[in-house]
């Protein structure tokens, strides 16, 4: 094999999205490696980015400067104890959910551990996601970190561990939330009398370019809101409704929920 400088522990569609990134920045495509144990997955792997991939650790990781865990929690315990013994040299970044870098660096025998929430939206390198570094970590490796992930869109860097379950509660599972705003804004345009098509294209548009004023503007979202709500008219009225629903409080709650599933999964995998 050449030399590895990042390995890939899973070849799903996470890694697939950061591994796309990278070699559209320039990152040869030779000296990225997966590992996973589905043969599919590596002729995929192989067919469509070029990368080199194995089905079992060996070797070859030993040379890989990062290490990128991206199997489902579940799976985390036995492919940590299976590549840990190759793997001390490198930075170990984790892509997985609740995991807490505690039991990463227990189960990997190093404090070189940088701990991550993306979200989906990365596959199209318009993602965001949620990092944490152990103390352990230096400068030069959180750029490292840094320039593997920027690929996938923006980085938000957190001074506490803890605050990736909020990340979780918020953007790791945001755009499953988006998605569920469509679909209600379709429903709700095919009983006004639309096609789902138009639902679709009005929604997404929407969604859309609100966000991206939202993004450039120096004022908060309330402000934004007010400024196209006349009281009496038909925002005022689709407002009102949502809140005499108690829509917000619901939606505060649900992302309260979350977080705490978040907190769940890391007693559940980690330990």
């Known amino acids: 094999m050449s030399s590895i400088h990042i390995a890939f522990i899973g070849g799903g569609n996470m890694a ?13 495509a030779s000296s990225i490696l997966v590992l996973d144990p589905s043969a599919e997955q590596r002729e995929r ?42 793997t001390g040299q490198a930075l170990h970044l984790s892509v997985m959910a609740g995991i807490r870098s505690d039991d990463l660096a227990r189960a ?70 988006v998605f569920y705003f469509v679909e209600s804004m379709m429903e709700a345009a095919q009983q006004m009398g639309l096609t789902p098509e138009q639902g679709k294209q009005l929604a997404l548009a929407t969604f ?6 939202a993004r450039r503007s120096t004022e908060p979202p309330s402000v934004l809101r007010e400024r196209v709500t006349s009281k009496g008219g038909t925002t005022y009225a689709a407002l009102t409704s949502l809140e005499a629903s108690g829509v917000k409080a619901a939606f505060v709650q649900a992302l309260k929920a979350a977080q705490q599933r978040a907190r769940e999964l890391g007693d559940e995998f980690g330990r």
């Not at 859309?208 to 004023?213: K, N, R, V």
Request: net charge negative; aromatic share 4%.
């Open 16 to 28: 697939s999205a950061i591994i796309g990134g990278l070699i559209r920045q320039g990152q040869a």
């Open 45 to 86: 792997l192989t067919r469509d980015l070029d990368v080199q991939t194995l089905a079992e650790p060996g070797a070859a990781l030993t040379s890989a400067r990062t290490v990128v865990w991206a199997v489902k929690p579940q799976q985390f315990k036995d492919a940590a104890t299976a590549c840990a013994p190759h």
């Open 108 to 177: 990997l025998g190093t404090e070189r551990i940088v701990r991550t929430m993306p979200n989906t939206p990365a596959l199209i390198g318009q993602g965001i996601t949620g990092v944490y570094a152990r103390p352990a970590v230096s400068a030069e490796q959180k750029a490292d970190a840094q320039a593997l992930l920027a690929p996938t869109g923006d980085v938000l860097w957190v001074e506490r561990e803890a605050d990736l379950d909020a990340v979780t509660a918020l953007s790791g599972s945001g755009p499953a939330y």
């Open 208 to 213: 859309s370019g609100a966000s991206e004023l």
